[in-house]
């Protein structure tokens, strides 16, 4: 009887696991007033590589997570500044912010006109308003720039950071007036004054405005060195960057209408040292 050879013998592959169908819950962060909510969506996982991508995508949102819980920012403003803001329009620019950071509760939005005359003038002032509100904005209004540090519900704050754009006395004269032009410097100066008195230590005020003749002949360094406010940068000023914002006339018979900005900057200012005065 022949020897029985030693033959080799591999055992074939095991069948390939048949598919896992669970379901897991992947969540969908929003925020408000610094609180995160939670909205769950589900997901079928059919197999190991779809359960690997979800769970990078868990890690992702994680660090979506860390990064909003913390300090956000847009341009030159922080959630974590307590931020005035002056003469507000339609308040666009103030629920740009909001919307950026997540909430208002940093924020006092303040108007010179009543919310029913806003309301009447603007025609996304309401719903602004609303966002904000839900956001826990503080709106204030009948606030006159001159005189806002003596306003009751204002008196004795201070802020990170005032801010006023496109400061205007409203349409009596051509700009190129040098009447119209003495008006306008009137109220910036009144402004720059008052916001002096209720910056805090590194606090800076800015001032967003045309660059172009006539606009550079209020000479906004100028006043603001009369109140004892010294410049710390110029920074060029793009609506894009504040998604949502609309810059309104505010006066005139074309109150609600926009204006094209041109060439404008934002000033900043901070108060001025001991030397500088």
């Not at 956000?72 to 629920?95: C, M, N, P, T, W």
């Not at 009369?226 to 920074?235: I, Q, R």
């Amino acid at each position: 009887m022949p020897k029985r050879k030693n033959l080799s013998y591999q055992l074939p592959p095991p069948p390939p696991p048949p598919p896992i169908n669970f379901f897991v819950a992947g969540p969908e962060i929003q925020f408000h007033h610094h609180q995160a909510s939670v909205r769950i969506h589900y997901y079928c996982l059919d197999n190991i590589v779809m359960r690997n991508q979800f769970y990078k995508r868990i890690q992702t949102m994680e660090g979506f997570n860390v990064m909003n819980e913390g300090e956000r920012k847009i341009k030159h403003y922080s959630s974590a500044h307590q931020i005035l803001l002056v003469g507000e329009g339609d308040f666009s620019f103030a629920a740009c912010l909001a919307k950026a950071f997540g909430s208002a509760a940093n924020m006092i939005a303040t108007s010179l006109d009543s919310r029913e005359m806003l309301t009447q003038k603007y025609s996304s002032a309401n719903s602004n308003l609303i966002e904000l509100e839900k956001r826990g904005c503080t709106i204030v209004h009948g606030v006159d720039a001159n005189t806002m540090s003596h306003h009751p519900l204002l008196r004795g704050k201070s802020f990170d950071r005032i801010v006023f754009n496109f400061p205007h006395a409203g349409f009596f004269f051509r700009e190129h007036d040098s009447l119209q032009i003495g008006m306008h410097q009137t109220l910036v100066r009144g402004f720059l004054s008052s916001a002096r008195n209720m910056l805090k230590e590194k606090g800076e005020v800015h001032v967003t405005h045309k660059i172009a003749d006539p606009f550079d002949r209020w000479e906004l360094e100028k006043l603001a060195a009369e109140v004892g406010l010294s410049l710390v940068e110029k920074a060029w000023f793009y609506k894009s960057d504040y998604p949502g914002y609309e810059n309104k006339r505010g006066s005139g018979q074309k109150f609600n209408k926009g204006f094209p900005v041109g060439l404008c900057m934002t000033f900043k200012f901070a108060k001025a040292s001991e030397n500088e005065q």
